[in-house]
């Protein structure tokens, strides 16, 4: 019979290794695809990240990305012009983070 102290450590190994695992694995296929719509709406990003948040199942992402486009514009009004871009993906979602930013000068 495995002690208790031992169960833990082999639990904590597998699961350092999983985050090990998605931290050097590539993009997800949800990942890639909003990375790609993003760039086309906004060809003048300077910085964009994309990040499955839900462990991979595509049910969550976060969005990073500065633009030149986002200039003049109320936060509100940058992530309306986000969500329009990914109008099409977010009904497939159960949530979005968006953090938009303007390059700095």
């Known amino acids: ?9 082999k639990n904590q190994a597998v699961l350092v290794s999983r985050q090990l695992q998605r931290t050097l694995s590539p993009q997800t296929d949800g990942e890639t695809r909003i990375a790609q719509l993003l760039k086309e709406k906004f060809p003048s990003a300077t910085s964009l990240k994309v990040v499955d948040i839900s462990g991979g199942c595509g049910a969550m992402y976060e969005v990073h990305i ?11 009004q940058q992530h309306q012009l986000v969500n329009q871009a990914l109008k099409e993906e977010i009904q497939g979602m159960h949530g979005l983070r968006i953090f938009t930013d303007v390059p700095r000068e």
Do not use: H, P, Y
Not at 1 to 9: G, H, T, Y
């Open 66 to 76: 500065e633009s030149n486009e986002f200039k003049g514009k109320r936060t509100i």
């Open 1 to 9: 019979m495995l002690s208790i102290s031992r169960f833990l450590q």
